[in-house]
C-alpha cells in the first residue's frame, strides 16, 4: 500500500507547482465553505466583473480607451441592477403575493381533479390515498403562505443585509473591472515565478469558463424576455414570475427545465382548464424550450467543451449539497474548471510497476 501510494504520489506531484496548486485549490475551497456567506459580496462581485470584462476587451478592440469601456459597461451594469431593484422585483414580489393568496382556489379546483381519479383508477388509486395527499400539499401551501404574511417582519435583518450588499456589489464590481491588472498582479506575485502549468489552466479556465458564464448570462435573457413576451401575448397569469423561473433554469440543463415545467403546467391549466388556450401556451413554451436547445445552446457555447450530461448530473448533486443553491447555480462552470485542471496536470510517466512480481 505504502508503495502505491508513493508511485501515485510520484505520478501526479513530482511537479513542485503541482503540489502548490493543490494545496491553492484545497484552501481556495475551505475559505468559500466556512466564509462563503460572509464574503458573499466579494464572491458575487468576482463573478459579475467576470462577466463584464468580456464586454470590456469588446470594446478596447475597437479602438475605445480601457476607462472610458470600462465606465460604460459599469454605467449598463448599474442601470440593469437598478431596474431589477425597482422595476422587476417589486413586480415579482407582487405576483408572488397573488399567487399565494390564489392558492386556496387552486387547492380546491386541485381536490376536484383528485377526486375524480379513484373512479377513473379505482385499481391504482383509492380515496384513502387521495385525502392523505390532499392534506400534505395543503399543509406545505398554508406554512408557505403563513411565511408569506410573515416575511415582511422577520426578515428585516435580512433585508438590511441585503440593502447593503445592493451598495457594496457596484461598488466591488467597479474596483474590479478598474483594477484588474493591479489585482492580478498582486496575486501572481505570490506565486512561483516560473509557472508554466498554472498559465496553461489559467487559460483553458478563462477561455471555457469565460465563455460559458457569458454566455448563459445571454441565455437567460434571451429565453427569459421570450417567455415573458410569449406568455403576455397568451394572457398567461404572473408572466414575469414564470419568465423568470423559465429564465434561471437554462443554468442546470435537463433538470432545470423539467423542473420548472411542472408551474408552467399547472398555472396554464388552472387559469385555462383543458382547452385551447392552454394547449398553445404549452405549445410556445416548447417551442422556445426547443429553440434553446437546438438553435441558441450551439451558437452560444460553439467554443465550450460540453460536459456529458452525468457529469452535469453528478455536479449539479455534488456542488448543491456542499453549497445549496448557490451550489446548484455555478455547478457547471466548477465542473468545466475542474475538466480543465484535470487536463492541464502534470502526469509523470512511471516507467516501472509499482508492484514488483513474485520471485523477483
Request: some cysteine; overall charge neutral.
Amino acid at each position: 500500500m505504502v508503495r502505491i501510494l508513493r508511485g501515485l504520489a510520484h505520478k501526479y506531484f513530482s511537479d513542485d507547482e503541482a503540489v502548490i496548486l493543490f494545496l491553492l485549490l484545497i484552501f481556495g475551497t475551505l475559505i468559500v465553505i466556512f466564509f462563503g456567506h460572509m464574503l458573499a459580496p466579494v464572491i458575487a462581485a468576482v463573478i459579475i466583473a467576470f462577466i463584464l470584462q468580456g464586454l470590456v476587451t469588446k470594446l478596447t478592440s475597437l479602438g475605445i480607451p480601457e476607462f472610458v469601456s470600462i465606465f460604460g459597461v459599469f454605467l449598463v451594469f448599474l442601470g440593469t441592477l437598478i431596474g431589477f431593484l425597482f422595476g422587476l422585483l417589486p413586480l415579482l414580489w407582487t405576483q408572488v403575493t397573488s399567487l399565494a393568496g390564489e392558492t386556496p382556489r387552486i387547492f380546491r379546483e386541485m381536490q376536484t381533479y383528485f377526486e375524480l381519479l379513484p373512479q377513473q383508477y379505482p385499481n391504482l388509486i383509492s380515496i384513502e390515498q387521495i385525502n392523505n395527499l390532499y392534506q400534505q400539499v395543503t399543509g406545505e401551501a398554508a406554512r408557505m403562505t403563513q411565511w408569506l404574511v410573515s416575511f415582511s417582519i422577520a426578515s428585516i435583518p435580512d433585508l438590511m443585509a441585503l440593502l447593503i450588499y445592493m451598495v457594496l456589489l457596484p461598488i466591488l464590481v467597479f474596483f474590479f473591472l478598474k483594477d484588474r491588472d493591479l489585482l492580478l498582479g498582486s496575486i501572481s506575485r505570490l506565486l512561483p515565478h516560473q509557472r508554466p502549468m498554472m498559465v496553461r489552466i489559467w487559460n483553458e479556465v478563462n477561455l471555457q469558463c469565460a465563455n460559458y458564464v457569458r454566455g448563459k448570462a445571454v441565455e437567460i435573457l434571451i429565453v427569459g424576455g421570450a417567455t415573458y413576451v410569449s406568455f403576455k401575448l397568451l394572457g398567461m397569469p404572473y408572466a414575469a414570475l414564470l419568465s423568470l423561473l423559465v429564465g434561471i433554469s437554462v443554468v442546470i440543463p435537463y433538470i432545470g427545465a423539467a423542473v420548472v415545467t411542472i408551474p408552467v403546467a399547472m398555472i396554464g391549466l388552472f387559469a385555462f382548464g383543458w382547452g385551447s388556450q392552454f394547449i398553445w401556451v404549452m405549445v410556445v413554451y416548447g417551442i422556445i424550450q426547443a429553440l434553446d436547445g437546438n438553435v441558441l445552446v450551439p451558437i452560444l457555447f460553439s467554443e465550450v467543451n460540453n460536459l456529458h450530461p452525468v457529469a452535469i448530473i453528478v455536479a449539479v448533486l455534488f456542488f448543491g449539497g456542499i453549497w445549496g443553491l448557490w451550489g446548484v447555480f455555478f455547478a457547471i462552470p466548477l465542473a468545466t474548471m475542474l475538466k480543465a485542471i484535470f487536463s492541464a496536470w502534470p502526469v509523470q510517466r512511471i516507467t516501472q510497476p509499482l508492484i514488483k512480481p513474485d520471485g523477483e
